[in-house]
């Protein structure tokens, strides 16, 4: 019986293989057409439209946003108000959460160890490191995103991100990607492993694998603090401080568009090189604009996106404050393991304009973008032995505000380049461990793991490079 | 709808519990399939009580969402695919979607329609109901269609279509009432939908189309989308050839 049917199922297979090459490729096609014509049958019978209707207005708002001559300064323009918005904005949140975590915080619960008689240490490990680094991220990391998030999330909701995409979606086709890689590279500046889970939308393979390997040029979220804050320390301060936001402003923004000129160039590259191919067509949907409900994307952006993202940071945090410690303070014939892995990396560092301390923190720091700058304070202090308030080497230092950190950079020998490069390193360098791990499940291929992860290193290598000679050429 | 309506026991309202994450010893089981941006995920959330953040832009839900509700004593399960605007280009996530509709076979599927933009919603639902009997169309934003000037005869769609079709606006809990009851009418087979399917006119094709269909009724009387599987066989899917030699292996068992 079974056996019967088996040869009668393969009979069909071969049947419906013979029809596939009489048919040919138009059935594909002609069944869609079919589709198309019954539905619109259907419409006309049930679709009662008064002439008046409201598409004109919104037709017209369109026709601005997207258009060739105002949608891209329109774009600009929208970017740079958030992050003026965000840069403004944060700075005194953030020296209040600064003075309630690490100020009060720390010293209450060294008071909380020594009660207790803990050894120095445990309450070293444990409150000079892990809690210190989780203090940090929260009041480094928090206003910012506080701001940004429920800003970017409106903008959605409001419809404003597929017009972006739209905008876009020709210099996509021009480098022969998808056109809807524009989304997924918007989403990119949420999150890169959320970016690269979106390429599902994208159905050719080729083009899905150039979106997956080019999200990370979307400067992410654990990354704009690293930016708003270097920007703020070192661009703002050229300028007049009344100046100095906007100024910042425009250098973040010079850094993001940066990255998408960056996706676009290897876009290219991969299309003329390793991933041949046309780009396939298809159609981009502009959704109506919808107003957005703004009590409850206030709400869903705070729980869903800021408190989310915080608790990455938080629980990355911890271990590597941990990490911080221990390689700081484990000492191998009167000199730390840290010390040691910066004098290592510090020759390397200086030709590309950064510095060991910048180096070893980006490699601490892999499993989460957000935790680089605490990192980079961190061992600023042990090396230049520049801690304000503890005698521990390795202790995340109880800084106010953006002056302070200032000073304690510009103390570790930072300069305006070592200002650029890092922001430049922060875009170009390998993505985040959830990022790498994400990329793996989706290409399921160690080798495109591997381009994903390596490439923006290069670039990252070479742009600061050249930065870093141009800079010794004019100063 | 104001807050006293839903503790109503005319409202059907009252009748529905909402479950969030809690999908276990579910009776039932929903699919919810639409376009990209038609209100799908807000139609999930006020079933389910969930908050998934829902995003104005198309390919925004890309992975499957689950959430349960109670209404009338069972329990059902609702599983929300990714937003997609045809079921035959083939794109991950379209393939997520196909698949669920077809292999999970769920209860009933539930598709979210933008009442502004009809027409080219309909094409996946036509599509969608190539595949499955059990269809509850929900036509979605009608409020926003009535700011517009847009009227829908829903009773037109629904003869038609030969389903059930409520209007709603989920946004605002809108008609969510009915669509519960039509959900409830379709599993227990109180409503029984005779999907009008879309007739190939094209002669070549729909000779060679139902030339597979007869084969394949001799083998699998009982399914009831061979139309659907003669087309993708002539479409060379090996999705579907695979799944046709293990039903034959499951059958036999």
Same mark, same amino acid.
């Given at each position: 019986?079974?056996?019967?049917? #088996?040869?009668?199922?393969?009979?069909?297979?071969?049947?419906?293989?013979?029809?596939?090459?009489?048919?040919?490729?138009? *059935?594909?096609?002609?069944?869609?057409? #079919?589709?198309?014509?019954?539905?619109? #049958?259907?419409?006309?019978?049930?679709?009662?439209?008064?002439?008046?209707?409201?598409?004109?207005?919104?037709?017209?708002?369109?026709?601005?946003?997207?258009?060739?001559?105002?949608?891209?300064?329109?774009?600009?323009?929208?970017?740079?108000?958030?992050?003026?918005?965000?840069?403004?904005?944060?700075?005194?949140?953030?020296?209040?959460?600064?003075?309630?975590?690490?100020?009060?915080?720390?010293?209450?619960?060294?008071?909380?160890?020594?009660?207790?008689?803990?050894?120095?240490?445990?309450?070293?490990?444990?409150?000079?490191?892990?809690?210190?680094?989780?203090?940090?991220?929260?009041?480094?990391? !928090?206003? $910012?995103?506080?701001?940004?998030?429920?800003?970017?999330?409106?903008?959605?909701?409001?419809?404003?991100?597929?017009?972006?995409?739209?905008?876009?979606?020709?210099?996509?086709?021009?480098?022969?990607?998808?056109?809807?890689?524009?989304?997924?590279?918007?989403?990119?500046?949420?999150?890169?492993?959320?970016?690269?889970?979106?390429?599902?939308?994208?159905?050719?393979?080729?083009?899905?694998?150039?979106?997956?390997?080019?999200?990370?040029?979307?400067?992410?979220?654990?990354?704009?603090?690293?930016?708003?804050?270097?920007?703020?320390? *070192?661009?703002?301060?050229?300028?007049?401080?009344?100046?100095?936001?906007?100024?910042?402003?425009?250098?973040?923004?010079?850094?993001?568009?940066?990255?998408?000129?960056?996706?676009?160039?290897?876009?290219?590259?991969?299309?003329?090189?390793?991933?041949?191919?046309? $780009?396939?067509?298809?159609?981009?949907?502009?959704?109506?604009?919808?107003?957005?409900?703004?009590?409850?994307?206030?709400?869903?952006?705070?729980?869903?996106?800021?408190?989310?993202?915080?608790?990455?940071?938080?629980?990355?945090?911890?271990?590597?404050?941990?990490?911080?410690?221990?390689?700081?303070?484990?000492?191998?014939?009167?000199?730390?393991?840290?010390?040691?892995?910066?004098?290592? !990396?510090? $020759?390397?560092?200086?030709?590309?304009?950064?510095?060991?301390?910048?180096?070893?923190?980006?490699?601490?720091?892999?499993?989460?973008?957000?935790?680089?700058?605490?990192?980079?304070?961190?061992?600023?202090?042990?090396?230049?032995?520049?801690?304000?308030?503890?005698?521990?080497?390795?202790?995340?230092?109880?800084?106010?505000?953006?002056?302070?950190?200032?000073?304690?950079?510009?103390?570790?020998?930072?300069?305006?380049?070592?200002?650029?490069?890092?922001?430049?390193?922060?875009?170009?360098?390998?993505?985040?461990?959830?990022?790498?791990?994400?990329?793996?499940?989706?290409?399921?291929?160690?080798?495109?793991?591997?381009?994903?992860?390596?490439? $923006?290193?290069?670039?990252?290598?070479?742009?600061?490079?050249?930065?870093?000679?141009?800079?010794?050429?004019?100063? | 709808?104001?807050?006293?309506?839903?503790?109503?026991?005319?409202?059907?309202?009252?009748?529905?519990?909402?479950?969030?994450?809690?999908?276990?010893?579910?009776?039932?089981?929903?699919?919810?399939?639409?376009?990209?941006?038609?209100?799908? @995920?807000?139609?999930?959330?006020?079933?389910?009580?969930?908050?998934?953040?829902?995003?104005?832009?198309?390919?925004?839900?890309?992975?499957?969402?689950?959430?349960?509700?109670?209404?009338?004593?069972?329990?059902?399960?609702?599983?929300?695919?990714?937003?997609?605007? @045809?079921?035959?280009?083939?794109?991950?996530?379209?393939?997520?979607?196909?698949?669920?509709?077809?292999?999970?076979?769920?209860?009933?599927?539930?598709?979210?329609?933008?009442?502004?933009?009809?027409?080219?919603?309909?094409?996946?639902?036509?599509?969608?109901?190539?595949?499955?009997?059990?269809?509850?169309?929900?036509?979605?934003?009608?409020?926003?269609?009535?700011?517009?000037?847009?009227?829908?005869?829903?009773?037109?769609? @629904?003869?038609?279509?030969?389903?059930?079709?409520?209007?709603?606006?989920?946004?605002?809990?809108?008609?969510?009432?009915?669509?519960?009851?039509?959900?409830?009418?379709?599993?227990?087979?109180?409503?029984?939908?005779?999907?009008?399917?879309?007739?190939?006119?094209?002669?070549?094709?729909?000779?060679?189309?139902?030339?597979?269909?007869?084969?394949?009724?001799?083998?699998?009387?009982?399914?009831?989308?061979?139309?659907?599987?003669?087309?993708?066989?002539?479409?060379?899917?090996?999705?579907?050839?695979?799944?046709?030699?293990?039903?034959?292996?499951?059958?036999?068992?």
């Amino acid at each position: 019986m079974l056996e019967e049917k #088996e040869k009668k199922l393969r009979e069909v297979f071969t049947i419906a293989d013979k029809l596939q090459w009489e048919i040919g490729e138009q *059935f594909h096609d002609r069944v869609i057409e #079919e589709v198309y014509a019954h539905a619109k #049958e259907i419409a006309e019978s049930s679709v009662i439209k008064s002439p008046d209707h409201k598409y004109s207005f919104e037709t017209r708002v369109d026709k601005i946003i997207t258009s060739k001559i105002f949608g891209f300064p329109l774009m600009l323009l929208l970017l740079a108000l958030v992050f003026w918005i965000t840069i403004v904005g944060a700075n005194y949140p953030s020296k209040l959460l600064s003075y309630i975590l690490v100020d009060k915080g720390l010293s209450g619960l060294k008071y909380l160890g020594e009660m207790l008689k803990m050894p120095s240490w445990l309450s070293g490990f444990l409150f000079d490191g892990m809690y210190l680094a989780g203090a940090w991220v929260v009041s480094v990391m !928090l206003p $910012p995103m506080a701001i940004f998030f429920p800003i970017f999330t409106l903008l959605e909701d409001l419809g404003y991100l597929p017009r972006v995409a739209f905008n876009l979606d020709g210099i996509f086709r021009k480098v022969g990607a998808h056109g809807r890689q524009a989304l997924t590279m918007t989403m990119g500046f949420g999150c890169n492993a959320a970016g690269v889970v979106a390429t599902r939308i994208i159905d050719s393979p080729r083009e899905r694998l150039i979106a997956i390997l080019t999200n990370n040029f979307s400067l992410c979220n654990g990354r704009w603090p690293t930016q708003i804050l270097i920007a703020t320390i *070192f661009i703002g301060a050229l300028v007049p401080q009344h100046l100095s936001g906007i100024v910042s402003t425009i250098a973040v923004v010079t850094v993001a568009m940066l990255g998408v000129v960056f996706m676009f160039l290897t876009s290219y590259g991969l299309t003329r090189t390793l991933l041949k191919g046309e $780009p396939s067509a298809f159609s981009l949907e502009l959704p109506p604009y919808r107003p957005p409900n703004i009590l409850q994307t206030l709400y869903r952006s705070i729980i869903d996106r800021t408190i989310v993202v915080l608790w990455r940071a938080i629980v990355f945090a911890f271990p590597a404050g941990g990490v911080i410690w221990l390689v700081s303070n484990i000492q191998i014939s009167g000199m730390s393991i840290a010390e040691y892995l910066i004098r290592i !990396l510090d $020759p390397i560092g200086i030709i590309i304009g950064l510095n060991g301390v910048i180096l070893l923190a980006y490699i601490i720091a892999i499993p989460a973008n957000e935790i680089v700058i605490p990192t980079v304070l961190m061992l600023t202090v042990l090396v230049n032995k520049v801690g304000v308030i503890s005698a521990t080497a390795g202790v995340l230092m109880e800084v106010e505000s953006t002056n302070e950190i200032a000073q304690i950079l510009k103390m570790g020998g930072w300069t305006l380049l070592t200002g650029i490069n890092l922001m430049l390193f922060s875009l170009l360098h390998n993505p985040c461990s959830t990022t790498i791990y994400t990329i793996y499940k989706e290409t399921q291929s160690l080798k495109w793991t591997v381009v994903a992860t390596v490439l $923006p290193i290069i670039f990252g290598v070479i742009v600061c490079f050249i930065v870093a000679r141009i800079y010794y050429l004019v100063l | 709808m104001n807050t006293k309506c839903n503790d109503c026991p005319v409202s059907q309202n009252s009748l529905l519990k909402k479950n969030r994450e809690d999908t276990s010893n579910f009776d039932y089981i929903i699919a919810l399939a639409g376009n990209p941006n038609v209100g799908k @995920s807000t139609v999930f959330n006020m079933l389910t009580g969930l908050r998934q953040h829902t995003g104005n832009w198309p390919g925004k839900t890309v992975d499957l969402a689950m959430g349960g509700f109670t209404y009338n004593g069972k329990k059902y399960k609702v599983v929300d695919l990714p937003g997609t605007y @045809s079921l035959l280009s083939m794109s991950a996530d379209e393939e997520v979607a196909r698949d669920f509709i077809l292999f999970e076979n769920p209860d009933v599927t539930v598709i979210v329609v933008d009442a502004t933009r009809l027409e080219r919603n309909l094409n996946l639902v036509l599509q969608i109901l190539d595949i499955t009997d059990k269809v509850v169309l929900c036509v979605n934003l009608i409020d926003e269609a009535e700011r517009m000037g847009i009227k829908i005869d829903d009773r037109s769609l @629904s003869r038609q279509l030969g389903i059930p079709v409520v209007l709603t606006s989920a946004r605002r809990n809108k008609g969510l009432d009915v669509l519960l009851k039509y959900i409830e009418e379709v599993i227990t087979s109180k409503y029984i939908c005779k999907p009008k399917r879309t007739k190939i006119k094209d002669k070549k094709i729909s000779a060679a189309v139902d030339e597979i269909v007869k084969k394949l009724d001799e083998i699998f009387p009982d399914l009831i989308n061979k139309h659907w599987i003669a087309m993708r066989l002539i479409e060379d899917d090996p999705g579907i050839k695979r799944w046709l030699e293990n039903r034959l292996k499951e059958i036999s068992t």
